[in-house]
């Protein structure tokens, strides 16, 4: 892959020297193929409102779907270099990291955790090359942030099931090939792989939306869907299932956004410096110093952030609220700081000639998506004193 336009990373405390070659290895790759492959095409993938479905082949053999998990197919690479990973995937595109957060942590990551060794044998090589398309389906029109409401069921029915009911925003939905579905079996959730030629499964497209366009998103019906027994996940019972899954994926997410401001703010690094009034170029003056000053600093945080969550992770102590803490602020100031990329880049900074505003309006469904701002605050709020303010 040639250097051309290579993208040099944001890494203002040399947080790369803590990394080792194998991780930069990694990094590095998936770097050039965002260069490469993503970035002249993600523009005209988002304003086509279509997920690129023709670099998923090789995002499988590049090892991007299910990296972290070991054997089946899958890379096996450690939760640093996954990190990195999800990190320069954001910084192509929200909607290219949301693929490989759902391959792998909301679909290969439940079979893997979950499944039976028939369904691991089955789905996770397929999954992780990228013939197969999975998608996660929790969410439903009454049940967003709550879940545990969710009112989709599954009825024994001799050696099948029967599922009923419907999904909504689940990533991937009109294009998955399986869906992994949570819905209340006597009164408990539990996790079933659907297949989408199940007769009494079908899907549709959410469209309209103005984020994330980049990435299907979908609605799933299930209406008298008849799958068979061995289908259900046999280790999955009740709600913690479900948010396990989200866990890994917040953890992906965590990471991601940084890259997101990254290239938010390389770019108004650049044009900054190129654009000039008054004489002079932009960067010169001292309030656009003070944005880009911020930035930075808010970036240099997040990346700290996440270096040390990996570290909990790898040494298994990272707590779901540890990965709450890291979802919420790194939202946060990745939406800060692509609103401060958009400003700098004036008028222009509304087209899709530029990456601001297509990151800017991507990070609000990441900040919406696998626990909102308040869910994680309440989380946080609730580790912290002990006291639920949830309900
Ligand atoms: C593009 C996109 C892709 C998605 N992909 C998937 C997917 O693949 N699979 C899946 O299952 N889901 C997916 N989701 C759904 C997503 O997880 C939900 O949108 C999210 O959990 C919020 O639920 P909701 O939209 O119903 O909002 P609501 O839960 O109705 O929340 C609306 C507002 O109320 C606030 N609120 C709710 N409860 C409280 C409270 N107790 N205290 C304070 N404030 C509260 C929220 O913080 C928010 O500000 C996706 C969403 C989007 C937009």
New binding site residues.
């Given amino acids: 892959m040639s250097e051309l336009n290579s993208f040099q990373g944001v890494d203002y405390y040399q947080i790369s020297s803590l990394l080792s070659e194998e991780q930069k290895r990694i990094r590095d790759t998936v770097r050039a193929f965002v260069d490469e492959r993503v970035l002249p095409i993600i523009a005209d993938c988002y304003e086509s409102h279509r997920f690129p479905i023709e670099l998923l082949p090789e995002m499988g053999r590049l090892g991007l779907l299910g990296a972290n998990l070991k054997g089946y197919g899958s890379a096996g690479i450690d939760d640093l270099a996954y990190g990195l990973m999800m990190q320069e995937l954001e910084r192509g595109d929200s909607g290219l990291r949301s693929m490989a957060s759902?391959q792998g942590a909301?679909v290969m990551y439940p079979i893997y955790t979950f499944g039976s060794e028939r369904q691991k044998e089955q789905y996770l090589p397929q999954l992780a090359s990228g013939e197969l398309i999975g998608?996660?389906?929790?969410?439903e029109p009454e049940h967003?942030?709550?879940p545990s409401g969710l009112e989709t069921t599954a009825v024994a029915d001799g050696d099948s099931y029967l599922l009923n009911g419907g999904?909504t925003?689940?990533?991937n939905g009109d294009i998955a090939h399986i869906a992994i579905v949570w819905a209340k079996l006597a009164g408990q959730i539990h996790g079933f792989i659907v297949e989408r030629d199940r007769p009494g499964f079908s899907s549709a497209t959410i469209e309209g939306k103005f984020?994330?366009r980049a990435s299907n998103?979908g609605e799933l019906y299930f209406n008298d869907c008849r799958i068979p027994q061995e289908n259900i996940l046999p280790q999955a019972a009740g709600l913690k299932a479900p948010l396990m899954c989200l866990n890994q994926a917040r953890y992906g997410i965590a990471w991601g956004v940084v890259g997101a401001a990254m290239a938010c703010y390389a770019e108004a690094v650049d044009y900054t410096l190129a654009r000039r009034q008054f004489g002079r170029p932009i960067a010169g003056f001292q309030l656009v110093q003070e944005k880009l000053v911020d930035m930075l600093s808010a970036i240099t945080q997040a990346q700290l952030l996440c270096y040390r969550l990996g570290q909990l992770k790898s040494a298994g102590r990272m707590r779901h609220t540890h990965v709450s803490l890291a979802k919420r602020n790194n939202c946060r100031i990745a939406l800060d700081v692509a609103r401060k990329a958009r400003d700098l880049l004036g008028g222009n900074g509304i087209t899709l000639d530029y990456q601001a505003i297509r990151h800017l309006t991507n990070l609000e469904?990441v900040s919406?998506?696998?626990?909102?701002?308040?869910?994680h605050t309440?989380a946080l709020g609730q580790d912290i004193t002990g006291i639920s303010a949830?309900r």
């Fill in positions: 759902v909301l998608c996660f389906g929790l969410t967003g942030s709550d999904k925003w689940i990533t984020s994330m998103t469904t919406t998506y696998e626990g909102t701002d308040h869910i309440l949830f």
